[in-house]
C-alpha cells in the first residue's frame, strides 16, 4: 500500500533514449594517439567476447570500444603507424543473413561504413593474419591488449606473437599504454560523465523518498532504477547495491531481499550509465531521518576521511598517496579496522575503470573517494562515495557536487524528500 503510494507521486513514465554517439573524429585522434606511443611499431586488437544470439545484448570489451566504437563481436582492429593510406584498419566478423534474421541487419562494407568508423580500410573476416602485412614498412610490433591472465593468452596477443616470429619482427611490449591513455578523459568524455551523475542524482532523490520502515530493498531498487531509466539512463552502471541494516556492512549485497525497519541505516551504492560512461555514487540514508549517537559519530569519521583524501590531491599524487591518506584518516579516528576496501578507483567506459595506481594522477582522470566503516556487529555500515575529476595543477572539481553529502544536509534531504 504504501509501495503504491510511492509509486503513484511523482516519477514521470521512463523514455529510453538512446545513447549519444561521440563522432568517429574522436575514436580516430585516440587512435593516433596510440600510434605515438607505438615507436613505429604495427599493432592489432580485437573484440572480446561472444553475445548470446537470444537478443543483441553484446557489450564490446571497455579497450576495443574506446578505440573504436564498433559494438559488435569478432572484430579486429590494425594500426599501421608507417603507412602512407592504410593506417587504421578495421576487420569486422563475416556477415550472415540467417543469423541477422535474429539480431537485424548489419551494415555491408561500403564507403559509408569506412566514414561511420573512421578508417581507412574496413574489411571483413579474421584480422589475425592480416598483421603480417606490417612488414616490410615497420620493423617491430607493439602488444597493446592488456596483461591480465598468463595461462589463457588472448587471441590477439598469439595473433601479435605469431607474426612478430614468421616475418623476424621485433616485439615490442606495450600493455599499459591503453590504460594510461584511457585514465585521462577528455572533455566530450567528461561530459557523458556528468550527464550518468545528474541522473544517478535523480535516483537517489527517490531513494531518500523511499527509504521508509516497512518496505522492502527490492523496493527502494526498482524505485530508484525507475527514476534512472526515467531521466535517460542507457543502462545500470552495475548491479544497484541496497544495504539496510546488517546487510549495510557487506560490501556488495546484492540479494536486496531485507525489511527496512525504523532505525536502519541503509547504504545505497546504485549509479547510471549514460552512452556507456559509468556513474558510482553511494549514500547512506537513515530510514527515521535521523541518525543515531552512534551512527551520527561513524558517519562523521568517514565523511571526515573523504575530507582527508581530498586535501591528499597535490600535484603528483598517485592513487596510493591517497589510499595513505584514507588509513590515516580512518586510524585516528579509530575505525581503520573496520575499513576493508579502497579508497576508491578510475570511473570511466567502466564502474572499474583502466588506469594506472601507481603514477601521478593525469588531468582529466575521474576517480571515486568512498571510505566506509563497516560494523556487523553493531548492525550498520557506512560509506559515502563521490567522484573527482583531476584537474591540472593538483586541482579537482567534485562531480557529485549535487549530492548532499554533510549528515545534516542528508537528514534535511531526506526530511524535505518525504514531506
Ligand atoms: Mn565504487
Not at 78 to 84: F, G, N, T
Amino acid at each position: 500500500m504504501l509501495l503504491a503510494l510511492l509509486l503513484s507521486a511523482s516519477f514521470v513514465h521512463p523514455t529510453p533514449q538512446p545513447p549519444p554517439e561521440l563522432p568517429p573524429s574522436v575514436y580516430r585522434d585516440r587512435r593516433e594517439r596510440v600510434m605515438k606511443e607505438l615507436g613505429g611499431c604495427a599493432t592489432l586488437i580485437a573484440a572480446q567476447g561472444e553475445s548470446s544470439a537470444i537478443v543483441p545484448d553484446f557489450k564490446q570489451v571497455d579497450d576495443f570500444f574506446w578505440l573504436t566504437g564498433v559494438n559488435e563481436p569478432g572484430a579486429w582492429l590494425l594500426l599501421y603507424p608507417k603507412a602512407k593510406y592504410l593506417r587504421h584498419v578495421l576487420y569486422l566478423k563475416t556477415r550472415d543473413p540467417e543469423a541477422e534474421r535474429w539480431t537485424g541487419p548489419r551494415d555491408p562494407i561500403s564507403p559509408a561504413l569506412k566514414e561511420k568508423y573512421g578508417m581507412d580500410q574496413v574489411r571483413r573476416g579474421n584480422g589475425g593474419p592480416a598483421l603480417l602485412s606490417a612488414a616490410p614498412l615497420h620493423d617491430c610490433l607493439a602488444l597493446i591488449a592488456p596483461a591480465k591472465d598468463l595461462k589463457d593468452e588472448r587471441s590477439d596477443v598469439q595473433a601479435v606473437k605469431q607474426a612478430a616470429g614468421a616475418m623476424g619482427l621485433k616485439l615490442v611490449y606495450k600493455r599499459d599504454t591503453l590504460a594510461r591513455l584511457r585514465e585521462a578523459h577528455t572533455p566530450e568524455e567528461v561530459a557523458l560523465i556528468e550527464r550518468a551523475v545528474a541522473i544517478t542524482r535523480a535516483g537517489h532523490e527517490a531513494v531518500a523518498r523511499s527509504t521508509v520502515a516497512g518496505v522492502s530493498e527490492r523496493d527502494v531498487q526498482t524505485q530508484l532504477e525507475y527514476a534512472f531509466f526515467g531521466s535517460g539512463a542507457t543502462g545500470l552502471a552495475y548491479g544497484s547495491i541496497v544495504g539496510s541494516g546488517e546487510n549495510g556492512a557487506v560490501l556488495h549485497w546484492g540479494q536486496n531481499s531485507r525489511m527496512l525497519r525504523d532505525g536502519d541505516l541503509v547504504v545505497v551504492d546504485a549509479a547510471a550509465e549514460y552512452g556507456r560512461y559509468a556513474a558510482d555514487v553511494t549514500r547512506t540514508y537513515p530510514v527515521s531521518g535521523k541518525f543515531s549517537d552512534e551512527q551520527a559519530k561513524v558517519y562523521r569519521a568517514v565523511f571526515q576521511a573523504q575530507e582527508d583524501i581530498f586535501a591528499a590531491i597535490k600535484p603528483g599524487a598517485t592513487m596510493g598517496d591517497l589510499q595513505k591518506a584514507a588509513e590515516a584518516s580512518l586510524r585516528s579516528a579509530g575505525y581503520l579496522d573496520n575499513f576493508i576496501h579502497g579508497f576508491g578507483h578510475f570511473v570511466g567506459l567502466n564502474v572499474h575503470d583502466a588506469g594506472l595506481y601507481d603514477l601521478p594522477l593525469p588531468a582529466g582522470a575521474v576517480i571515486t573517494v568512498e571510505p566506509g566503516v563497516y560494523l556487523p556487529e553493531r548492525g550498520f555500515g557506512v560509506r559515502i562515495e563521490d567522484e573527482v575529476l583531476i584537474l591540472p595543477n593538483g586541482k579537482w572539481r567534485l562531480l557529485t557536487a549535487d549530492f548532499p553529502r554533510k549528515l545534516e544536509d542528508v537528514e534535511a534531504w531526506v526530511a524535505r524528500s518525504r514531506r
